[in-house]
């Protein structure tokens, strides 16, 4: 979830993709369900249970596989939000991990602790938590939304527990959480200091970094128009094999949508890295990352390890 206003964000979602069509096509053609005859199947590395804004109707367990199965989407990742600055409600590991034993082939549990926890045992005892999830299930850690900078002892104490049980972290970054400057050179020095760990990127810090010439104020915005070159992402794929991009919510929709001829160069040179999702969170939401990759052209093998192939290979699924 990139913002704590919804609809401002509904809003900026919006203006970003002036000119396209938000509505998957078979909702226009007046099919109720908006599923789609194209496209998919779909991993969506992406979405969440229970309460997340305040305002906003719970999705139960039933309900978000019933999307699914409206939409294509095979697999669910479903990310816990624990850190205050998540979201109006947490959402905890525990509920995403029961929710998988209910549909354990369609539902993909991550786990994820605040870094400013209490624990006891110092980095042992932070991997006794973080294991005990794994032997519950949990196949990553994430959604990481906390507020601190992205490189912090504290974060860092985690990607170490993470890394020792092989767990992707999927992380959120904007100007409040999981923060960075322009360039991000933090999270860059994050990928230098575990080279061997896949790390996730998401939110709209991350997304804006598409683009060169950025402000501090654009990492926590939804900037538009054409991309402009010497974007850090670009550098950050190509010197670090461990950066993966989960293509999520309105920072991800709002990165495909800025430049249409940019992504999809953009999405062919790092197909074998990104990753489809839509962090749908509340009954109704409109999800525009469906008709936004149907809308490119894209060579069928390259939408194949986005939709669903990169995901089952990072997180040991059936495809
Ligand atoms: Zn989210």
């Known amino acids: ?30 099919d109720p369900s908006g599923a789609r005859s194209t496209g998919g199947p779909y991993i969506d590395v992406h979405t969440h249970i229970g309460r997340t804004w305040n305002g906003d109707q719970p999705v139960s ?19 816990p939000l624990v850190s205050p600055e998540s979201s109006s409600y947490l959402n905890l590991t525990e509920r995403a991990i029961e929710a998988a034993r209910r549909f354990p082939d369609r539902l993909v549990p991550f786990c994820c602790i605040d870094p400013r926890t209490s624990y006891g045992g110092g980095r042992a005892g932070l991997g006794a938590m973080v294991k005990e999830y794994v032997d519950q299930g949990a196949k990553g850690f994430g959604e990481h939304k906390a507020g601190l900078p992205i490189g912090h002892p504290k974060m860092r104490a985690l990607y170490e527990v993470c890394e020792d049980l092989r767990l992707p972290v999927l992380f959120h970054m904007d100007n409040l959480r999981g ?27 991350f997304w804006a970094s598409i683009s060169g010439e950025l402000t501090a104020r654009d990492l926590g915005g939804y900037p538009r128009g054409p991309v402009k070159a010497g974007g850090a992402l670009d550098r950050l794929f190509d010197g670090y094999r461990n950066l993966w991009g989960d293509l999520s919510a309105g920072s991800g929709a709002g990165a495909l949508a800025r430049d249409r001829a940019f992504s999809q160069r953009f999405l062919v040179r790092r197909a074998d890295r990104l990753l489809f999702g839509t962090d749908y969170l509340k009954p109704g939401q409109q999800v525009p990352q469906f008709e936004l990759l149907a809308g490119l052209d894209l060579p069928p093998e390259v939408r194949a390890k986005i939709e669903r192939g990169n995901a089952a290979k990072l997180l040991g699924l059936e495809a």
């Open 179 to 205: 923060t960075d400057v322009p360039g991000l050179p933090g999270l860059e020095s994050v990928l230098k200091a575990f080279p061997g760990h896949p790390f996730i990127g998401h939110g709209p810090g």
């Open 1 to 30: 979830m990139g913002s704590s206003a919804c609809s401002r964000r509904q809003f900026l979602i919006r203006s970003a993709l002036t000119g396209l069509a938000l509505e998957p096509a078979a909702a226009r053609a007046g």
């Open 61 to 79: 367990a039933e309900s978000l596989v019933k999307w699914m199965d409206e939409h294509r989407v095979a697999k669910a990742v479903v990310l």
